[in-house]
């Protein structure tokens, strides 16, 4: 069973940068793909970026092209995601999921609470 | 490209049968076999319920079934119990933005 385990939360100020991440388990890692998903408080679910597999390219929605840089470590199962130009409304839960296959989201992680706040 | 269109929120008393819509495009939820739904409890990460439409990841309850017809996609949760009070998203591969989810629907078990 796969699992995927988030870092801590995290608090910065407007126009600061944050570095998320998610380790996965259970699973060959490079047969996995790996999204980033962001719920704001009270709001829905917005998918942010995909990684691919092997060799790992990566896709970002259009809106966070530019601002979001995804990575990956295949050595310690890891992919990290880092959101800079920090503003307000980037508060927000950001969930790593994971798949075998790119058309769903089978597996999530338990989240990471960023708050930015001034 | 906005989020797929669910409604707020659906109700049904324990035992009924309710259905939760997503409407999208012909570039995403018309296009493609490849709706999801997703389970949300307060607090909680989302939980995969529905893929391809209308398969049931293993563990996940008889009760729950999808399908599609044109740009609409459903859920369908017969014998409603307590445990299903919960916000359910749809998701859908996009042609245009890569994947898209619903706006989410809360649904309440009277």
């Known amino acids: 069973q796969v699992q995927l385990v988030q870092s801590g939360a995290e608090v910065k100020k407007p126009g600061a940068s944050v570095k998320i991440s998610c380790k996965a388990s259970?699973?060959?890692?490079?047969?996995?793909?790996l999204h980033w998903v962001r719920q704001a408080p009270g709001q829905g679910l917005e998918w942010m970026a995909i990684?691919?597999?092997?060799?790992?390219?990566?896709d970002y929605a259009q809106r966070f092209e530019g601002r979001v840089t995804v990575t990956r470590d295949t050595s310690t199962s890891t992919v990290y995601m880092e959101v800079s130009g920090l503003k307000t409304d980037d508060s927000a839960v950001y969930f790593c999921?994971?798949?075998?296959?790119?058309?769903?989201?089978?597996?999530w992680g338990q989240g990471t609470l960023v708050t930015v706040s001034s | 490209q906005s989020a797929l269109t669910q409604p707020a929120s659906v109700s049904g008393s324990p035992g009924q049968s309710i259905t939760i819509s997503c409407t999208g495009t012909?570039?995403?939820?018309?296009?493609?076999?490849?709706v999801s739904w997703y389970q949300q409890y307060p607090g909680k990460a989302p939980k995969l319920i529905m893929y391809?439409?209308?398969y049931r990841p293993s563990g996940v309850s008889t009760r729950f079934s999808g399908s599609k017809s044109g740009n609409s996609a459903s859920l369908t949760i017969s014998g409603l119990q307590a445990e299903d009070e919960a916000d359910y998203y749809c998701?859908?591969?996009?042609?245009?933005?890569?994947?898209?989810f619903g706006t989410g629907t809360k649904v309440t078990v009277l």
């Open positions: 998701s859908s591969y996009s042609r245009t933005v890569n994947y898209v």
């Open positions: 391809h439409i209308d």
């Open positions: 990684l691919k597999l092997s060799p790992g390219d990566i």
């Open positions: 999921a994971g798949s075998p296959g790119w058309y769903s989201f089978d597996y």
């Open positions: 259970g699973h060959t890692f490079t047969n996995l793909f």
């Open positions: 012909s570039s995403d939820v018309g296009g493609y076999a490849y």
